[in-house]
């Protein structure tokens, strides 16, 4: 268990909702646009704006050589996969049910760092996780009939969850002696290079210019997300112990749930409000403080 400082909770509060109302946001995007071009944009944007940031904080960028096939295995879990599959997800289901299943990572995170990591989790961690697993059943329930017929966008948003569980517990682990601003620049850019490449090859037919709804997505995307979103989960992955860092952000699917259903119109039922709760339940096993032995 872990207690957060005041500095961790107004990222953690700040980090929600940026990235709770991306969601719906996102899907504004995507929609009747290329989605890996989308990201693109997003990314080609979003990386000089942060490398301003940086160079503002006179934060070093550069990485000693040694150093660069770690940074690229983080690379490839925490961003990579997770970008490129998640953008092809959203185009498939609703952004609510997007974000829930993007979401399931802080279960896949405590299985790999079980399995894996060997990580010795209590009874009231692993409570944690079942409350959000059960949280996440109540949030699929009336989408089950419609996800059965779309088990591409399923299957993508659950293996882009699952490489961003591992990457989590990897940055967590990383012996990398940089700041963890410094690792989010260059895993950015590197990110940018990766989906400008596959945008060209597979979207150089249907590519367009962006609609002014298509701009708004992507430059909240470029100046929230990820200049700012991105830096925050790093910074809280890598200075809290895994469950904590990753249980912590399940209040953002709630959020892309409600705020989905405020500004496209996706229908809420009563496993919804449910789901709240658990979600809520899920956070407090793993960041309210336990009381401590004498």
């Not at 329930?141 to 961003?164: C, D, I, Q, R």
């Not at 940089?178 to 990110?191: E, G, S, V």
């Amino acid at each position: 268990m872990h207690a957060l400082t005041t500095r961790q909770w107004v990222l953690l509060a700040l980090l929600t909702v940026v990235w709770g109302f991306n969601w719906p946001i996102m899907k504004l995007g995507v929609t009747g646009y290329p989605p890996l071009t989308y990201r693109m944009l997003c990314l080609v944007i979003g990386t000089p704006i942060l490398g301003l940031g940086l160079m503002a904080m006179k934060i070093p960028l550069r990485v000693p050589r040694v150093y660069w096939r770690e940074l690229l295995v983080l690379s490839l879990f925490n961003m990579f996969i997770w970008h490129g599959l998640i953008v092809l997800a959203v185009q498939y289901l609703s952004s609510g049910r997007s974000a829930i299943l993007g979401y399931t990572m802080p279960i896949f995170s405590a299985i790999l760092g079980a399995l894996i990591f060997h990580n010795q989790l209590s009874k009231r961690a692993w409570g944690g996780v079942a409350a959000a697993a059960l949280g996440v059943v109540f949030l699929l329930w009336h989408e089950l009939a419609n996800l059965s017929g779309k088990p591409v966008g399923v299957l993508l948003a659950l293996t882009a969850a699952s490489s961003w569980a591992m990457g989590t517990q990897l940055l967590r682990r990383t012996q990398i002696p940089l700041p963890t601003l410094t690792l989010t620049f260059w895993m950015t850019a590197l990110t940018a290079v990766v989906l400008a490449v596959l945008a060209a090859l597979f979207e150089s037919d249907p590519w367009q210019a962006p609609s002014q709804i298509h701009w708004f997505s992507i430059l909240y995307n470029a100046l929230f997300v990820f200049g700012f979103a991105h830096p925050a989960w790093f910074y809280l992955a890598r200075s809290l112990p895994p469950l904590a860092s990753t249980l912590s952000v399940m209040m953002v699917p709630i959020l892309g749930v409600f705020s989905g259903a405020l500004a496209l119109h996706e229908v809420l039922h009563w496993q919804d409000w449910a789901a709240t709760g658990l979600v809520a339940l899920a956070i407090a096993s793993v960041l309210w403080p336990s009381q401590r032995k004498a």
